[in-house]
């Protein structure tokens, strides 16, 4: 997928980026508020909540409880908050992305806000959150990839 027209595609590099940014300021800031922070600082200490480094045990736990508000939000929110990732990447990037590479680079850039929140207790590391967030890139990855096969090869031409 490569889009050709300059145009466009630095229109779509600057709505990646203001993504990225926002996503990255929901993710993190929320926590930055004096009051969150401290909540969540004590929630950690107190053993109320703790990073979760044991592969599906979150979403095993949400799939049992999928009626809940919560279970339903955590779930649709780690993977569709990564699909625009997955759907602008390989249309921005010089040299094409294939779904293994869009996959990795998201899961690393997931990685990376995981981590930030384990180290400055942000927010709670959770193994699922990396699982779920890189789901939503590949399904993100597959839309641009039907979208482009749709919509790739036409152009529009002006009337006169």
């Known amino acids: 997928m490569e889009i050709q027209n300059k145009r466009t595609k630095r229109i779509l590099t600057a709505v990646f980026i203001v993504y990225v940014v926002l996503l990255l300021g929901v993710v993190t800031l929320r926590f930055l508020y004096p009051a969150k922070l401290n909540q969540m600082t004590e929630a950690l200490a107190a053993g109320e909540v703790a990073p979760n480094f044991e592969i599906f045990k979150t979403i095993r736990a949400q799939w049992a409880d999928l009626g809940s508000g919560y279970a339903n939000w955590n779930i649709l929110a780690n993977t569709v908050c990564f699909m625009p990732f997955g759907f ?8 094409p992305c294939n779904l293994l590479v869009t996959g990795f680079i998201g899961l690393l850039f ?50 006169r």
């Open 88 to 95: 602008l990447l390989p249309l921005i990037t010089k040299k």
């Open 110 to 159: 997931s990685g990376l806000i995981e981590t930030s929140q384990l180290v400055f207790n942000i927010g709670v590391f959770d193994i699922d959150d990396l699982i779920l967030n890189t789901a939503g890139v590949v399904i993100g990855y597959i839309a641009a990839r039907v979208c482009y096969a749709i919509f790739g090869g036409r152009t529009v031409k002006k009337k």
